[in-house]
Structures are given as structure tokens and as C-alpha cells.
């Protein structure tokens, strides 16, 4: 037998948030519990000037979709309809696995590797806020502007894996910057009901939030950092893209 005496060792475990950009920020933490807050300091959105402003959130296999189930969300206001800007883009069209949800000429348009999709004409207008929502389930895709469907494509079963990062405002590796204002942010793995579309049209986040993968709320005036409220710490870094204040700016009143 083991000779001596046998000695037990019980790590300290200690819970609370471990990601080191947030408020709350516990150093002592080795389990995250999913507390993490960020900050807030009122009601912003990002103005994008169309020539050279994007955020790069760079990749993770978190927004890897594969062929399930998903929900890009964004709301944006345009300074001019008629342009070629993307909004929120996983790599390039070019490439395998891509994803994209984008303003052009007027039109609403769901990309995907070498496959467009595309609204009427002048559903799109300038200088108005609207919520644009692409989602697609059991492989049919959608594309929303506010509450009204203006896309309906046959199953779409491509996979939408790659190691392309995540960005906003443009497109990656090419220019198609977008020039308008961008807000609310949101990423999902499965595709919101027709009720949560309307609840996201109201101003808030899906009823359930399970299956958030990202979400930007863009309410810090920080000029470097697009804080991820998701809990999975994918923030994004800001190229030139300005804060625009707007409505509450009181944290407990909003």
C-alpha cells in the first residue's frame, strides 16, 4: 500500500463575473455567473459616415449557425437609401458559410455565399428609424423591415460555418461601408415568434432571451468599445464610428 498520509485538495471556488471590461468585475472570480454588467451611460446609437467606419467584432464559433435555426436583428436609420452598405456581416459572399443582413438601393437584402435575396423596391426610405430582422427556420428565410415580412426564400439549408470574423458596417475584406446610424444589435440561434418581432419592434429584447448569442446595445459612450450584453464577452472595437445621444440618459429611470 501508499505509505504516508494522502492529503485532499478542494480548489476555492469563486463565483461572480470574470470578464474584465465590465462594471462589476470580480478578480478574485473563477467561475463566471453570468452577472456581468456594463457600462451605461445613456440612450446611444453609432453614426457610420459610409466611407470608413465599421466594428470589428473578429471571429468565434459562437456565430457559427450551421444549418440550424437563426434571428439577425438590427435597427438602423440611413442617411441615403440608395446605397450598398451592410449592416451586420459574417464574412464576405464570396466565401463559404457566409452571412449577411444589408441595405441596397432602397432594398432590403439577406445574403448568403453567392446567393441574394432581395425586398421590393423603395422599401427602404431616408432619415426614418426601422428595424431590419432576418431569421430562418426549418431552412426557410425571412427578411422583416419592422413588423412587415418583405422576404420569403424556399428552403435555404447552406451552412453558415467559417472563420470570418463578425463586423458591422461593412463588408469584410471588401469596402460596401454602411452610412446611416445603427442600434440594437441582436444575434440568435433559433428564430423569434412573430410576438418577440413585435416586443423587438417596441424597443426591447426578444420575451425569451435563450439562445441570445450576441447582443449590442450600444449605450456607452465609449469610443473604443461596442460592449457585448449577451454574457459570452464578444465585444466588438470601434473604427471611427461616432456615438449619437438620444432619448433617456438616466440609468434607473430608463
Not at 416586443?199 to 465609449?222: E, K, M, Q, R
Request: aromatic share 10%; glycine share 12%.
Amino acid at each position: 500500500g501508499w505509505g504516508g498520509s494522502i492529503r485532499c485538495f478542494k480548489e476555492n471556488i469563486v463565483e461572480g463575473c470574470t470578464d474584465s471590461l465590465a462594471s462589476n468585475y470580480n478578480s478574485n472570480a473563477n467561475i463566471d455567473d453570468g452577472s456581468c454588467n456594463y457600462p451605461f451611460t445613456g440612450e446611444y446609437s453609432l453614426s457610420f459616415d459610409g466611407n470608413d467606419d465599421w466594428v470589428q467584432i473578429n471571429n468565434s464559433s459562437i456565430f457559427n449557425l450551421g444549418t440550424g435555426d437563426f434571428t439577425v436583428q438590427a435597427k438602423i436609420k440611413t442617411n441615403n437609401s440608395s446605397q450598398n452598405g451592410r449592416i451586420v456581416a459574417k464574412g464576405d459572399t464570396g466565401t463559404p458559410g457566409s452571412y449577411q443582413i444589408n441595405v441596397d438601393n432602397g432594398k432590403l437584402r439577406t445574403s448568403f455565399y453567392n446567393q441574394d435575396n432581395y425586398s421590393a423596391d423603395n422599401t427602404l426610405v431616408s432619415d426614418e428609424w426601422e428595424l431590419l430582422t432576418m431569421t430562418r427556420e426549418n431552412g426557410h428565410v425571412k427578411g422583416y423591415i419592422g413588423l412587415t415580412q418583405h422576404i420569403s426564400e424556399n428552403p435555404i439549408w447552406a451552412d453558415l460555418d467559417n472563420d470570418l470574423e463578425l463586423v458591422i458596417g461593412r463588408e469584410p475584406g471588401y469596402t460596401s461601408f454602411f452610412e446611416g446610424e445603427i442600434d440594437d444589435v441582436v444575434i440568435l440561434n433559433r428564430a423569434i415568434s412573430d410576438s418577440e418581432l413585435e416586443t423587438s419592434y417596441n424597443g426591447s429584447l426578444p420575451i425569451d432571451t435563450n439562445g441570445v448569442i450576441a447582443y449590442y446595445n450600444f449605450n456607452s459612450d465609449d469610443s473604443s468599445i461596442l460592449y457585448d450584453h449577451s454574457g459570452n464577452g464578444n465585444h466588438g472595437t470601434i473604427h471611427g464610428a461616432t456615438r449619437i445621444g438620444y432619448g433617456c440618459t438616466d440609468e434607473y429611470a430608463c
